[in-house]
């Protein structure tokens, strides 16, 4: 069986996995999926697609304003 991924331990694998994820996710904000908070004092607008620590992560997908829970079942399913 060959082996997946670069191997537990393999000193390149947190650049690696930054290397993977990073653009993935960029990829992922800009095609609309993730969430987004609007500051209350600042107006100030952030963008999550997901949440990641070294080889594990977490997306997230929230419904826009108009949008039901089938909405939102079918753009999370659609940004896996």
């Known amino acids: ?3 997946h991924g670069n191997g537990q331990g393999n000193g390149s694998g947190p ?3 930054a290397a993977i994820s990073s ?3 960029i990829i992922l904000r800009e095609m609309g999926y ?3 908070f609007t500051s209350a004092t600042s107006k100030e607008i952030m963008e999550l697609s997901a949440f ?3 080889d594990d992560m977490d997306y997230v997908q929230t419904a826009l304003e108009g949008e ?7 753009k999370t399913q659609e940004g896996m």
């Open 1 to 3: 069986m060959l082996p």
């Open 23 to 25: 653009p993935l996710l």
């Open 68 to 74: 039901n829970e089938a909405d939102v079942l079918r």
């Open 34 to 36: 993730g969430i987004k």
């Open 15 to 17: 650049a690696l996995w």
């Open 52 to 54: 990641g620590f070294v």
